[in-house]
C-alpha cells in the first residue's frame, strides 16, 4: 500500500513538537505545497517562513540553532542542499550546529517539475560535508524514525525524501541508527544495496531473480553517510558481486560511497544504478525511471552482470 511522505513527515515533527519545546519548523515560502501550515495550526509561534530566500533560511536556522534552539529545515531537496550550499557549509558544518534539513521531492521521481526541480547531486553535495549525517528514508515508516533519531542527535544531519507516495516496505515500527542498514532479503549469489524509493524496486527485481535461480540480497541502505560498512563488508565477503540502485546520480551518491568503501576493504564488482551524467527532464516518475534505466528490470541486468563479472574474476 502506498502512503504520503508529506503526511507522515509533517505528522511526525508535530507529534515530537511536545517532547522537543525547543524544535522550530523553518521554510522558504514552501508551507502550503509541503503541508506545513497543519504544523503551524498545531504549534502557533513554532514555524518561521522567510521568504523565498534560501540563504537566508539556513542563515536564520544557523542563528537559531546558536541559541539552543533545534531548527528543522523542510524543503524541496533542490531548495535546501544546493541553492544554499555555502551557507550548509559556512554556517552549519564548519561551526557544527545542530540544524536538520529535511529535503523533500528529491530525485527523478519529482516528475513533471523537470530538470530544474530534480535534485540528483544532493547527496554528493551534502555528504562531502564534515560533521553532517546524511540518510534516505524508503516508505513511510522510515521517514518517522528517520526523523526521531535526527532530533536524537546532537548536530547537523540530512534526510532525503520522494515527492509523496511510496510502498509502505516496513509496515510499523523500525530501528534507525546512524551507520545502520536493513538486511531485507538474504541471498547468496549478489547483493543489491539500494536506497529511497530503490529499495522497493530492489526488493521487486531480487523476487525475479529468485524465479530465475539466483539469490539476491538486499539491504535497505538508509544511511548514507555514515556508511554501514560492517554489513557492506559482510556482504561483499558472502557475495563477492554488488549492486547499488540509487534515484540520484550514480556520480556522488550511494553507489559511490559503496565503491570507495569496497575498493579500499574487499574489492569486488560494483554496477551502480542511478541517473548517468545528465540532467533530467519532464516525465512522470514512471515514464523518467524507465528511460533513465531506475526500473527493476535495470537492476536485474546489473545483477546478472555483476555475477559474470565475479565469475570471471574466480577464474584468473
Same mark, same amino acid.
Given at each position: 500500500?502506498?502512503?504520503?511522505?508529506?503526511?507522515?513527515?509533517?505528522?511526525?515533527? &508535530?507529534?515530537?513538537?511536545?517532547?522537543?519545546?525547543? /524544535?522550530?519548523?523553518?521554510?522558504?515560502?514552501?508551507?502550503?505545497?509541503?503541508?506545513?501550515?497543519?504544523?503551524?495550526?498545531?504549534?502557533?509561534?513554532?514555524?518561521?517562513?522567510? $521568504?523565498?530566500?534560501?540563504?537566508?533560511?539556513?542563515?536564520?536556522?544557523?542563528?537559531?540553532?546558536?541559541?539552543?534552539?533545534?531548527?528543522?529545515?523542510?524543503?524541496?531537496?533542490?531548495?535546501?542542499?544546493?541553492?544554499?550550499?555555502?551557507?550548509?557549509?559556512?554556517?552549519?558544518?564548519?561551526?557544527?550546529? !545542530?540544524?536538520?534539513?529535511?529535503?523533500?521531492?528529491?530525485?527523478?521521481?519529482? $516528475?513533471? %517539475?523537470?530538470?530544474?526541480?530534480?535534485?540528483?547531486?544532493? /547527496?554528493?553535495?551534502?555528504?562531502?560535508?564534515? !560533521?553532517?549525517?546524511?540518510?534516505?528514508?524508503?516508505?513511510?515508516?522510515? &521517514?518517522?524514525?528517520?526523523?526521531?533519531?535526527?532530533?536524537?542527535? %546532537? $548536530?547537523?544531519?540530512?534526510?532525503?525524501?520522494?515527492?509523496?507516495?511510496?510502498?509502505?516496505?516496513?509496515?510499523?515500527?523500525?530501528?534507525?541508527?546512524?551507520?545502520?542498514?536493513?538486511?531485507?532479503?538474504?541471498?547468496?549469489?549478489?547483493?543489491?544495496?539500494?536506497?529511497?524509493?530503490?529499495?522497493?524496486?530492489?526488493?521487486?527485481?531480487?523476487?525475479?531473480?529468485?524465479?530465475?535461480?539466483? !539469490?539476491?540480497?538486499?539491504?535497505? &541502505?538508509?544511511?548514507?553517510?555514515?556508511?554501514?560498512?560492517?554489513?557492506?563488508?559482510?556482504?561483499?565477503?558472502?557475495?563477492?558481486? @554488488?549492486?547499488?540502485?540509487?534515484?540520484?546520480?550514480?556520480?556522488?551518491?550511494?553507489?559511490?560511497?559503496?565503491?570507495?568503501?569496497?575498493?579500499?576493504?574487499?574489492?569486488?564488482?560494483?554496477?551502480?544504478?542511478?541517473?548517468?551524467?545528465?540532467?533530467?527532464?519532464?516525465?512522470?516518475?514512471?515514464?523518467? @525511471?524507465?528511460?533513465?534505466?531506475?526500473?527493476?528490470?535495470?537492476?536485474?541486468?546489473?545483477?546478472?552482470?555483476?555475477?559474470?563479472?565475479?565469475?570471471? !574474476?574466480?577464474?584468473?
Amino acid at each position: 500500500m502506498k502512503k504520503s511522505f508529506r503526511s507522515t513527515l509533517i505528522s511526525t515533527i &508535530t507529534e515530537n513538537a511536545k517532547e522537543y519545546p525547543g /524544535m522550530v519548523v523553518l521554510n522558504a515560502d514552501s508551507a502550503r505545497a509541503l503541508k506545513l501550515t497543519q504544523f503551524s495550526d498545531a504549534c502557533p509561534g513554532r514555524m518561521i517562513g522567510v $521568504g523565498i530566500s534560501e540563504a537566508d533560511l539556513i542563515g536564520t536556522a544557523a542563528g537559531m540553532a546558536a541559541t539552543g534552539l533545534i531548527p528543522v529545515v523542510v524543503g524541496f531537496s533542490m531548495f535546501v542542499s544546493e541553492k544554499p550550499f555555502e551557507q550548509i557549509r559556512q554556517s552549519i558544518a564548519y561551526p557544527n550546529l !545542530n540544524v536538520k534539513i529535511i529535503a523533500t521531492h528529491s530525485g527523478l521521481c519529482v $516528475g513533471q %517539475d523537470g530538470a530544474t526541480h530534480q535534485a540528483l547531486e544532493d /547527496m554528493a553535495v551534502i555528504r562531502t560535508l564534515p !560533521n553532517f549525517k546524511v540518510y534516505a528514508a524508503a516508505d513511510v515508516t522510515e &521517514t518517522k524514525a528517520a526523523v526521531q533519531a535526527m532530533l536524537k542527535h %546532537d $548536530g547537523p544531519a540530512y534526510l532525503r525524501l520522494g515527492r509523496d507516495l511510496a510502498e509502505d516496505i516496513f509496515e510499523g515500527r523500525k530501528s534507525f541508527v546512524p551507520g545502520g542498514a536493513d538486511i531485507l532479503r538474504e541471498g547468496d549469489d549478489v547483493t543489491i544495496a539500494a536506497c529511497g524509493l530503490m529499495t522497493e524496486q530492489a526488493l521487486i527485481a531480487a523476487a525475479a531473480l529468485k524465479s530465475q535461480g539466483i !539469490n539476491a540480497a538486499v539491504i535497505n &541502505t538508509y544511511s548514507i553517510k555514515p556508511l554501514p560498512e560492517d554489513v557492506l563488508l559482510y556482504q561483499a565477503r558472502k557475495t563477492k558481486a @554488488f549492486v547499488t540502485a540509487e534515484d540520484h546520480s550514480i556520480i556522488g551518491g550511494l553507489g559511490s560511497a559503496v565503491c570507495e568503501y569496497l575498493s579500499q576493504s574487499c574489492p569486488v564488482p560494483v554496477i551502480r544504478i542511478g541517473v548517468p551524467d545528465h540532467f533530467g527532464e519532464s516525465g512522470t516518475q514512471d515514464e523518467l @525511471f524507465k528511460k533513465y534505466g531506475l526500473t527493476a528490470d535495470d537492476i536485474i541486468a546489473a545483477a546478472k552482470k555483476a555475477i559474470n563479472m565475479k565469475a570471471m !574474476n574466480e577464474k584468473r
